[in-house]
């Protein structure tokens, strides 16, 4: 069984910063995807960043200069989320496509942390 925890959400005031981590655990194999997506109220789930091995990191246009992907092992990915605004509002969730120890390829989700920018 694999799980995704994150962490680091929370309420902050426009032009403020945030830091998400994600940590994945159990049966895997390897990892090929790892990075953020969200989803505003009312709105469809959008990726925010995501990080494939051997590739640069993808960023949305409304973030890009303003969040940082990164992973610093295997299995832990992480989001500096710097100059933040209202619209940045929603609920984040760590993904990741990864390979288990039988060698299926599945996408796994996190439980979602809540991100709330205050003007």
């Known amino acids: 069984q694999v799980h995704l925890v994150e962490s680091g959400g929370g309420s902050v005031q426009a032009g403020g910063s945030l830091t998400l981590s994600c940590a994945v655990s159990g049966a895997i194999f390897s990892i090929n995807t790892m990075g953020w997506y969200r989803q505003a109220p009312g709105e469809v789930r959008e990726l925010v960043a995501q990080v494939t091995s051997g590739n640069s990191p993808k960023y949305a246009d409304s973030v890009r200069g303003r969040f940082t992907i990164s992973r610093d092992n295997a299995v832990s990915v992480y989001l500096r989320m710097n100059s933040l605004k209202p619209e940045d509002t929603a609920v984040y969730y760590c993904?990741?496509?990864?390979?288990?120890?039988?060698?299926?390829?599945?996408?796994?989700w996190g439980q979602g942390t809540q991100v709330t920018v205050s003007s």
């Open positions: 993904y990741s496509k990864l390979a288990d120890y039988g060698l299926v390829t599945n996408d796994y």
